[in-house]
């Protein structure tokens, strides 16, 4: 029977040079077989887009396609486009949430050629744009000084004012929970989320399914929330059992839609050095009620 085999080559760290010029990729490969024979591949073609190209049309239609993009960022990093997100901020009520500073800031920290670039390209922005690429620019710990001392003397104070107001970012490697705010949890979750989805590393994504760890209380708060009881005090039961089920829910739908994700679970899951709740469940994504979204 004849058979159709397909060949992926993936760097995922790999972001072409500021100075790129714009020109078709030629990718040549030559496949060897045990025997010693070997077989050229068919040419592949990428375009690629220099920066000042991505700078006048590489932009998003809305703010859904931005979010699309920064999604699937990990396996496509364009740091060029970033600038376009920032061109959206002025409408998007979340452009300086936790997770998206993160993500800003993981994308910049990973190519200094391509904040550089950006940095340069912030003078001839509106303020909203500009203002929101030196936030970033700053979390990422660019020195951006040059520019600032560029602008206006009002725009200068006005960013001042504005950014040391502004909340810093937690650590989202820190997963103690807190009674007075139940939500921080999963707030440095969707933090880490965001970090994958930047980087693809895995660090995140394990830090994310050591909250397994809990799921004596999360079991116990499934039960409760299913008894339709009331919660007349929130305890630190209650805010590790609600985490237990939202680390459960977002690793199962980041296994089911990110191949990458799903291979890291799956070597997690063999390994003993995890420690075997957690190996337990992760075994259980797919099955376990706890983890289903209502």
């Known amino acids: 029977m004849m058979s159709v085999v397909s060949i992926a080559l993936f760097d995922l760290d790999w972001v072409a040079p500021v100075n790129s010029k714009e020109r078709l990729v030629t990718i040549k490969g030559k496949v060897a077989a045990a025997d010693g024979t070997s077989k050229s591949l068919k040419d592949a073609q990428v375009e690629y887009w220099s920066y000042e190209r991505s700078a006048k049309e590489g932009g998003f239609k809305n703010q859904e396609e931005s979010g699309k993009w920064m999604m699937a960022y990990y396996q496509q990093p364009e740091p060029s486009r970033l600038l376009h997100m920032f061109r959206l ?8 949430s936790p997770h998206a500073r993160m993500f800003c800031i993981e994308a910049l920290k990973s190519d200094p050629g391509a904040a ?5 390209r912030l003078t001839a922005e509106d303020p909203d744009a500009r203002f929101c690429g030196m936030v970033m620019l700053d979390g990422a710990g660019y020195d951006f000084t040059t520019l600032l001392e560029s602008l206006p003397e009002r725009e200068q104070d006005t960013y001042k004012m504005v950014s040391t107001k502004m909340p810093s970012l937690p650590d989202p490697y ?12 999963p707030t440095h979750m969707d933090m880490l989320w965001s970090i994958f989805l930047a980087t693809g590393d895995a660090k995140p994504v394990r830090a994310i399914a050591s909250v397994l760890e809990w799921r004596k209380d999360g079991k116990a708060f499934l039960e409760i929330r299913k008894s339709g009881k009331k919660i007349d005090k929130v305890t630190p039961e209650i805010v590790r ?3 237990y089920m939202a680390s459960g829910w977002s690793l199962g739908s980041f296994y089911r839609n990110y191949p990458l994700v799903t291979d890291y679970i799956e070597a997690w899951k063999k390994d003993a050095n995890v420690p075997q709740v957690i190996r337990e469940e992760l075994g259980t994504l797919m099955t376990n009620e706890a983890f289903k979204r209502n």
């Open 174 to 185: 820190d997963l103690t929970p807190s009674v007075d705010d139940p939500s921080q949890v």
């Open 116 to 120: 550089k670039d950006l940095i340069s």
């Open 241 to 243: 059992g609600v985490a």
């Open 89 to 96: 901020s002025k409408d998007d009520k979340n452009a300086f």
